[in-house]
């Protein structure tokens, strides 16, 4: 099954300051819920993990991560991950990911995605609709975590430039809570079409 990710996220910081966390795969890996870069093979190739929690139990995903391109002038990076869990499940991603300025604000800066996601095994099971809705989710917490290390980030003029803060340990992905997620926010529709 594939999912179309196509999302903008308001970041408080200049373009430049986002920039330096964008173009750093460790410190966006820091920004992903459960995820972690566990090897760096080259200058464009990574090994990597993402934890995920289902109540008692943790899965844990193992993959690759490839940086295709970087484009300095137009703060833009192009990122491909694939990744399967023991019992066969896998998936893909290629994002495209860029940081623009914020047409009214010098002073913020607007993170931009575009992504195919491709899922198989147990997961592909949940549809479309449910995927599309979990990913939201998940991309609502990575966003908040990259508004953080972005503001966090020290500036370009201020002589680091190239280095991103260091994000927070990132915690496992809780499955359980996107659930209520999903739960809560079918049953505000339900209550919202009566109404």
Do not use: H
């Not at 289902?54 to 899965?59: I, N, T, Y």
């Not at 575009?114 to 990913?135: D, E, L, P, T």
């Not at 990575?142 to 370009?156: L, V």
Request: hydrophobic share 50%; net charge positive.
């Amino acid at each position: 099954m594939e999912v179309k990710l196509d999302k903008r996220y308001p970041i408080d910081v200049d373009a430049a300051r986002a920039w330096l966390v964008l173009r750093d795969v460790r410190a966006v890996a820091g920004c992903m819920p459960g995820a972690e870069i566990t090897e760096q093979l080259s200058d464009t190739q990574y090994k990597g993990a993402v934890k995920v929690k289902v109540g008692p139990a943790v899965a844990q995903f193992a993959g690759d991560i490839e940086v295709r391109g970087i484009d300095e002038g137009a703060r833009r990076m192009v990122l491909f991950g694939k990744g399967a869990d023991k019992s066969g499940s896998s998936a893909s991603m290629e994002l495209n990911a860029t940081v623009e300025p914020a047409a009214d604000d010098a002073q913020r800066s607007v993170l931009v995605g575009v992504a195919a996601v491709i899922v198989n095994g147990k997961f592909a099971q949940f549809g479309g609709r449910m995927m599309g809705s979990v990913s939201d989710m998940i991309l609502a917490q990575f966003a908040d975590n990259f508004r953080a290390a972005a503001a966090a980030t020290p500036g370009p003029a201020t002589g680091a430039a190239g280095t991103a803060a260091a994000p927070k340990a990132a915690k496992e992905l809780n499955a359980l809570a996107i659930l209520w997620g999903l739960i809560r926010g079918w049953f505000s529709g339900l209550v919202g079409k009566r109404a």
